[in-house]
């Protein structure tokens, strides 16, 4: 079991925390570790067994045809670990120099350095600060990206349930609303003049837009391309 940070977006954090439907899966596309660099796992490559060793952490591909297979972990976690739920939030903190490192346009380069005394607060509230401070302020409260926050000011933790691989396009209309993404309401006789297809685009249009905005810059990873995804079942860790 080990301890991993993991980034949600300020909706999916209100998802994880609605008391009467939370979020309790994510979906992760499938990489592919070449030395120092990750790649995503080619759609060509189809799931051939699965393999139970270390606690279904790792999975077979092998190309549609032909024999040769290749194991591939999950890069961020497995079934028991704990993870940290990285987001936007508030530090107080100084914006210290760098003595003798400068920017391209030549000013100093600083170095945020925050004060854990003064705690952390979060987009949601409360209580907010009072003032938030801009980019070319240099001490006070600063606004900061969910890649930089510290294990210590994490306040949503969660354990791995379950991890499994499949394509994008396998969710189901129940999938969706465990992603904590609402389900638009349609009048009954409205549904049931639809077909199955058309129904499943209802169900999956939110989700879908959700996901091709976080990899919009991924042509290999929209949700039309159809990628592999680890798909992680979690639930939140009570204090």
């Known amino acids: 079991m080990k301890e991993r940070p993991i980034l949600f977006s300020g909706p999916m954090i209100r998802a994880i925390q609605d008391k009467e439907h939370p979020k309790t899966v994510t979906r992760r596309p499938i990489k592919i570790r070449r030395g120092?660099?990750?790649i995503s796992l080619s759609t060509d490559l189809m799931l051939v067994t699965k393999s139970y060793d270390r606690g279904l952490r790792h999975f077979d591909f092998g190309p549609r045809k032909g024999l040769i297979t290749e194991s591939l972990p999950c890069l961020y976690c497995m079934i028991g670990d704990r993870l940290w739920v990285r987001e936007t939030h508030f530090l107080w903190g100084v914006k210290a120099p760098l003595?003798?490192?400068f920017t391209k346009a030549g000013r100093i380069k600083?170095?945020?350095k925050p004060d854990v005394s003064f705690g952390v607060k979060f987009p949601d509230g409360p209580p907010l600060p009072q003032q938030i401070c801009t980019p070319t302020d240099t001490q006070g409260?600063?606004?900061r990206p969910s890649i930089f926050m510290p294990r210590w000011a994490s306040r949503i933790q969660l354990v791995v349930k379950s991890v499994r691989a499949e394509r994008l396009q396998d969710i189901t209309p129940g999938d969706i609303e465990l992603e904590?993404?609402?389900?638009p309401e349609i009048p009954l006789h409205e549904w049931l003049d639809m077909n199955m297809d058309e129904q499943w685009?209802?169900?999956v249009k939110p989700f879908r837009e959700?996901?091709?905005a976080m990899y919009a810059k991924k042509p290999e990873l929209q949700f039309d391309a159809n990628p592999w995804v680890w798909l992680?079942?979690?639930a939140r860790k009570v204090p």
């Open 36 to 38: 120092r660099k990750s």
């Open 99 to 101: 003595l003798g490192q």
């Open 110 to 112: 600083r170095q945020f």
């Open 141 to 143: 409260w600063f606004k």
């Open 180 to 183: 904590g993404i609402s389900v």
């Open 201 to 203: 685009e209802v169900y």
């Open 210 to 212: 959700l996901w091709d």
């Open 232 to 234: 992680t079942a979690f």
